[in-house]
């Protein structure tokens, strides 16, 4: 019997690796944060910044996939919350 069918193609590793290198500044900014002691709400909102205006901005070479991951950004409702959770933890 075969097993052919289960080896990932081309375009399956190329996909991963695409998703890996958007993927992989999460796991630094999880990692810096992971390793302080007491994280604050307040602490979150430049992170996002940075995610948002760094990570996730559309760069000339993204291809569909990573276009269709970096629109998935939060709200204007989470971005909200997060600055009246920043006034109070002040």
């Known amino acids: ?3 052919w069918h289960l080896m990932s193609k081309d375009n399956d590793i190329t996909s ?3 998703v ?3 993927l992989l500044p999460f796991y630094d900014l999880t990692d810096a944060l992971a390793s302080e002691k007491r994280v604050t709400l307040s602490s979150l909102t430049p992170v996002l910044e940075h995610i948002g205006s760094e990570i996730l901005s ?3 070479g993204d291809n569909l996939l990573i276009r269709q991951m970096k629109q ?3 709200t204007e409702q989470v971005e909200r919350v997060l600055q009246i959770s920043s006034f109070v933890n002040a």
């Open 1 to 3: 019997m075969s097993k």
């Open 16 to 18: 991963l690796e695409n």
């Open 20 to 22: 890996n290198q958007l």
């Open 58 to 60: 559309e760069q000339a």
């Open 72 to 74: 998935g950004r939060y």
